[in-house]
């Protein structure tokens, strides 16, 4: 019922910066709780930002808070994750995913519908 697209993941040096994007098709007329994920080789995916349905609130996980920040555009049905202060731990394949509802979460089972990933390498 929901398609999600990421965009503008690609190769960085250490302190630069990256801003994904997820753009969401379907049933896009329910506000879902967006959020992003990343998954590096040989780990846990583990949870990056989320946004409630509303707008009204956000979440980070510790290692992001303060270089990341987790936006939307309703009139564009998009999503973005806006990755400043880089840093080769960021390395990972990043993935949006929308919630079953409007009701922000930061775990991975809560979410109903994903993105196939997009790539952020970060050099030293």
């Known amino acids: 019922q929901v398609h999600l697209v990421e965009s503008g993941g690609g190769l960085v040096q250490a302190g630069g910066s990256l801003r994904l994007s997820c753009a969401a098709s379907?049933?896009?007329?329910?506000?879902?709780?967006m959020g992003w994920f990343r998954q590096a080789p040989g780990k846990e995916r583990e949870f990056v930002a989320a946004?409630?349905?509303?707008?009204?609130?956000?979440a980070y996980a510790d290692p992001v808070k303060g270089r990341f920040t987790i936006s939307g555009d309703n009139a564009k049905n998009t999503v973005y994750l806006q990755m400043n202060s880089l840093k080769p731990e960021d390395t990972a394949v990043y993935y949006c995913a929308a919630a079953a509802d409007w009701t922000m979460t930061t775990e991975a089972n809560e979410y109903r519908y994903w993105g196939q990933g997009t790539q952020v390498t970060v050099s030293s």
């Open positions: 946004v409630s349905g509303s707008g009204g609130g956000t």
């Open positions: 379907g049933r896009t007329f329910i506000r879902y709780a």
